[in-house]
């Protein structure tokens, strides 16, 4: 495989401070898109910033929605995704991340 491709988008929310959880690791198909969904514990502050990063295998597939808490691209690459949620606020760092594991179907 050949060099890995990064994307960063980072968006403000009115969404008070959270706890980050993005759910379990996936297995998906080339091709397929894949649909995010980061579910928050909502803790007080608002105001937090979102940093979302995408770490491809290759591919060139962007991140569409990615100024929302639900984001999703296009598998269009085999091998693993990594895509990962940090929230910013004055008081913490929250992050988590999910790979996605994209196979050809047989």
Request: proline share 7%.
């Amino acid at each position: 495989h050949g060099a890995t491709d990064t994307s960063t988008v980072e968006f403000e929310s009115a969404l008070p401070n959270v706890l980050i959880e993005l759910g379990p690791n996936r297995e998906v198909a080339l091709n397929e898109q894949v649909e995010i969904n980061a579910v928050v514990d909502e803790r007080g502050t608002p105001g937090v910033v979102f940093s979302w990063i995408l770490t491809r295998p290759g591919g060139s597939a962007p991140l569409q929605d990615a100024d929302t808490l639900a984001p999703s691209f296009i598998a269009d690459y085999v091998g693993d995704y990594t895509l990962e949620l940090t929230a910013i606020s004055p008081e913490s760092i929250n992050t988590d991340s999910i790979r996605v594991s994209v196979t050809v179907d047989q």
